[in-house]
């Protein structure tokens, strides 16, 4: 097993019980309990877990988002499909705003060799960006989050309000018909607003299992969005649900 696909197996098992042990881990693991001792290191390092002397603990709180480092790593071959076929959607010559998060940080990726005039909203994507020989990069103000790097604050909204986008990318933490676009932070919440409120359409965009899910904060109405593209295996009910309200769904 590869050390980031045995890190996700220590972290989901850590986080569905509370703690474990690290005779446990290497029996679900299939590896030698030096292996996981030293993989607990690495983890507790990136403030994924806590390490205690025999096994760890979990740093997450029930509704809390998990952190960027180990959601960038997860479902990769669904949020490249997202980001190829949203690259698709947008025509040379647009102005986009691009939203934080890891599946939006794959949209910026897939953009990068194409003339467009992008706005990020994290530090990701602006570092992804930057350089791209056809692009026109702008830069909002705003205070990154740690970790996250997501771009928000009044200096973020001022950005935002001032310029008039072609496209949105929004990304999300939740997703349905009955409960809208959510995200876990409220200060992110409040930028996804203010992104989708200065474009003339808007893409969201989602890993399949989160259109099973509530975050926190309510950003929109599902009829807000013009386009939700997620993946293949998203639940028929909820795509139902979607187009009920007059999104486009488009599962890749």
Do not use: W
């Not at 097993?1 to 690290?22: E, F, L, P, W």
């Not at 679900?28 to 002397?53: F, H, K, N, P, V």
């Not at 939203?99 to 897939?110: F, H, K, M």
């Amino acid at each position: 097993m590869a050390s980031v696909d045995r890190h996700r197996q220590i972290i989901d098992a850590v986080r569905q019980t509370g703690q474990r042990s690290v005779v446990e881990l290497a029996e679900l693991t299939s590896t030698s309990e030096m292996t996981i001792r030293r993989d607990l290191e690495i983890l507790a390092e990136q403030g994924l877990l806590e390490r205690y002397r025999g096994g760890a603990r979990s740093l997450l709180l029930r509704g809390e988002e998990p952190p960027f480092a180990l959601r960038e790593h997860d479902g990769l071959q669904e949020k490249q499909r997202i980001a190829t076929a949203v690259a698709d959607m947008i025509a040379d010559g647009e102005a986009v705003v691009i939203d934080s998060g890891t599946t939006c940080l794959g949209v910026a990726r897939a953009l990068t060799h194409r003339r467009l005039t992008v706005m990020p909203l994290s530090l990701h994507a602006a570092n992804a960006l930057v350089g791209a020989p056809r692009l026109r990069l702008l830069l909002p103000g705003g205070e990154p989050r740690p970790g996250e790097l997501a771009l928000t604050g009044p200096l973020t909204e001022a950005s935002l309000a001032a310029l008039r986008f072609d496209t949105a990318v929004i990304g999300c933490c939740g997703l349905n018909a009955s409960n809208g676009l959510t995200a876990y932070d409220l200060a992110d919440a409040a930028i996804k607003r203010a992104a989708m409120a200065s474009a003339h359409r808007v893409i969201a965009v989602t890993e399949a299992a989160k259109l099973s899910r509530t975050a926190l904060a309510f950003v929109a109405p599902a009829s807000a969005l013009h386009v939700v593209v997620t993946g293949d295996d998203a639940p028929d009910d909820e795509a139902d649900a979607l187009s009920a309200a007059g999104v486009v769904v488009r599962r890749v």
